[in-house]
Every structure is written in C-alpha cells, then in structure tokens.
C-alpha cells in the first residue's frame, strides 16, 4: 500500500524558496582577492539567482541536462551558480582550478561544459586550455573591471549578464533525481572521475550535516567556508546553510594562515571547515603571534585527510577550540562519517575521549559502512580487523559520469572506497590508511597514518608524511619525510625511534627519517604521497 504523503520534490530549489522565506535577513560575506568585503543578504542572493536563470535560458540558451562549469574561488557570485544553475535544471559542474591543464582540459571536454564561468583571477588559467575546449560556447567573466581584457573568445562580464535580467522566473517542476551538480575526483591514479550528484542527494546530505550529531550548525553560528566550493561543492556548506539559516563567510584566495586568522577575528567566525594542514597552519601560526582576544571560533570541522590527535588536543587546550573529525570523499557528497562524543563517553578520561574523538567517527544517517577482508568475509566489528571500507546511502555515488566500468562497486552495489579501516563495537571507523599507502613489511601491515599522527605530536614537528621504500630483506620499509617546527632544531634518529616507541612495535618503527622544508601538497591540500614517492625514486630524498 501507499503512504498517502505529498510527493514533495527535494531539490535545491526547495532548498533556495525555504532560505529566502525564513532567513531572507542571514548573510553571505566575501573577501575578494583584493581585500574588498562584501556582504548581502539571502534574500539579496535569491533575486539574482532568478536573474541568473533568466540569464542562463534566455540569453546563454542553456537547457535542462546541460553542463555548465564554474572555475572560481569561494565567494557570494559563486554561491549564486550553485543555486542558478540546477534551477533550471542544469548541472553546476565545479572545476578544481588546481589541477594541471592537461586535467582541466581534459575534466571540461569529457562533461561536454557548455558555458564557463571563470573568476577573472583565474582567466589567464583558462586562456592557456581554451583552444583546446570543445564545447564551451560562452565564457562568463566573475568579478572583473570594466577594462578587464582577455583573449577568451564570446565573453561576457557577469554583472553585465544579471544586470539586463528580470527577477521574475518560475522554476521548473523537476524530479529530484535528475543531477545538479558535478565534481570530479583528484585523479591521484589515473583520469580523473566524473561524481554526479542529483537534487536529492544533495538535499538529503545538506539536511543531515546540519544536524547535532554530524557538523551541528544552525542560525546563530557564522560559518567560514575555508574548504573550496571546487572540492567537492565545499562539502555542501552553500546549501547546508541555507537551510540552517547559517551566515556564511567566503574568502576567495585568502587561504593562508594569517589571512584566515585575520576573517576569522574580523567577522566572528563561530564555525569553520578545512583540511588538517589548513588547521596545522593556523594553529602554529597562532602559537607565534598568539591573538590578543580569544577568537570567537567554537568548532573547526575536519575531514579529507586524518586529523591527528595532537592537533586536537593543543588547539583545544591553547586556544579553547573544539576540532571535529570527519571523513568522506567526491563519491560520498562527501560526508560518511564524524566523530562526537556521545552522552556515555563523558565519564571517560580526557585522554580516552581524545583517542574517540580522533577516529573518523560513525556514519552519518543515510550512510551504511561495512569492511570487507582480504578473504572477501565481512569483517567483525571488533575495532581490530582490518579490511577495505565500502559504503552505502542516500548520498553515495551509484555509478561513474560516462562509464560502464563496475571495478569500484561490488556485485550487491556497495561502493569500493579503497580505504582501508576498522569498525569498533560502537561503529565507529578508523582509518588506517590508502590501499596504496599501507606499508608490508615482512609479511605484517604498517599504517602510514599512524605513524604520521604520532610524529606530529612531537614537539619539534610540523608535518610529517610517511611512505613505504622497497628493502631487499622485508620487501618494503616506512620513511618519514619530516618537516620541522624551527628548522634549526632537528630531533635525532634515535630520538626519534624512542619517541615512536610508546606507540609502536619495533618492525612498525622506521629507520630512515628525511627533513624537508615543506610536505608536498595535493591540488585539495593533502600530503601529495605520489609525488613524495617519485622524488625518493629520483633518488631526491636522502
Ligand atoms: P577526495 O575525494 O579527494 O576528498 O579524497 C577522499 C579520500 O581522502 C578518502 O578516500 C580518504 O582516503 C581520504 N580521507 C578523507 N577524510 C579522511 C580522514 N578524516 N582521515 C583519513 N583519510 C581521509
């Protein structure tokens, strides 16, 4: 029998209607590269929304399933085609501005982007691949002068676009499984893969994130976007908090630690997202020029790479700011997990709550988790067993854009993350590394990330990337590429070794231990352990 419930579609229209209706007054502020502020209201950011989709069917002759590409930084106009875009019923396809241009030109022809909107900071970016794009008819100019020149052909400066627009637009009725947005995964191996997201998906997961146990914001918290709108739709902050009533902070190209502390401060920032190194820089900027007041800033959500519990535990106890774990990928929206203590675990020691608190954490709900064991058993939920993460839910990739190839999912549809992890008996998942990172030696698995949490807890450390090098006797050996606190002060190798030893067993210990000045990045700012491999191979890290 049927539920006689409305069929109410979700999408991100139902999303925008409701923003605009009950928090119309919340704002959206943004440091443009030139330091400029500027803030409007939701309300504000709705009507050019409508400008926009007039825009995007009237005059850019854009239809229903088109792809259109955005190569931009964090920032209201940004937020704008979040919403303008999958209006329509198109698809807002996020470019990582990042990646090399053979990956750009490559990401843009094979989702077929009609039209292309790019900050004009970034417009030299796109001028060195446009005569290679294929489909791209219009390019459309963001936050340009009026004198802005570019060798981009069909050009058209975006306030000029809104500006001969009408408010006035009637959405489409649209299913809410239909795509409304698109990103694309780093492509560490291989070609990059296109992830599409559909109204419903995004939804579900703005909804679930702004809940208690998940990212836990709501209308009295301002929000600083630091995770880019290009990796992974900023882990959904633009629509989370449209429906959280949340105000949203957008710092375009101020991404290194004084700058963010600086928004931090200037706009009582209670909220924040980021990935550990963004966290890492900011706290030992901190620990430098300590901030005259304590800043306003109550929790700071991490996730793409382990937070280490160090970090945790000093940015609470020097600064009295809460870190909050979280773990997921392009394929998951990307929220699968976060760790919050539950009521039983506050009787625990400090020490034992930090040790739950630096787990991924449990899934969110909409999210299943499994492991599943070399012998292809799934794994018991002992905190132990070892085995590949897969996952399932209402926010999980089902299939890759344009490919028939399975190899990521298995024959009953869970998705293959390629991580490794444990599941304890309270559900929460530890990761313990990459597929390709684990490290085995002499037949026994060593966790690169394990030991990476552990050095950076050194005093002496920064940063601190572990990969596996071959070795005639145990097949392969960790090294621990190290990047100092003071580069005068280099712990030794013994001190070292002794240091690890609390943790870990003699054969998880490395023997070879490399400073650095600085830990490779990934285009999203993730230890970069490709290119730490290949500069070893070059025999560049002695
Ligand atoms: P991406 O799709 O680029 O965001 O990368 C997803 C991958 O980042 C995951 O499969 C994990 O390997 C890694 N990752 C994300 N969050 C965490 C975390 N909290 N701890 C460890 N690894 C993580």
Redesign the pocket.
Known sequence: MEGLMMDYPLTTNTILEYGNNVFHHKKIITYLPDWSRHEYTFGDMYKRCKKLANALTKRLGVKRGDIVGTFAWNHGPHVELYYGIPGIGAVCHTINIRLSHQQIEYIINNSEDKVLFVDATLVPLIEKVAPLLETVEYYIIINANKDFKTSLPNTIHYEDLLAEQSDAFEWPQLDENEASGMCY??G?TGLPKGVLYSHRSTYLHASVVMSPNVANVGNKDILLSIVPQF??MAWGVPYTCLLSGTDMVMPSSHLNPEDLIKILKEEKVTKATGV?TIWLGIYHEMKKNPPKEKLALKEYV??????PESLIEAFEKDFGVKGV????????S?V??VSQLQLKHEALPYKEQLKIRAK??IPAPGVELRIVTEDGSIAPRDGQTMGE?QVKGAWIVSAYFKTNNRENFTEDDWFK???VATIDEDGYMV?T??LKDLIKSGGEWISS?ELESVLMSHPKIKEAAVIAIPDKKWRERPLATLVMIDHEEKPSVSELKEYLSRDFAKYQIPDDYVFIDEVPK?S?G?FDKKEIRKRYAEGKLT
């Open positions: 995964t780093s560490t990796h992974v550990p991490v996730g793409g790479s382990a937070l774990h979280a773990w997921g990928m392009t394929e998951t990307p699968g997990t991924q954490g993460l993350t390629g991580d990761i590394d990459r990330v990934t999203v993730k």
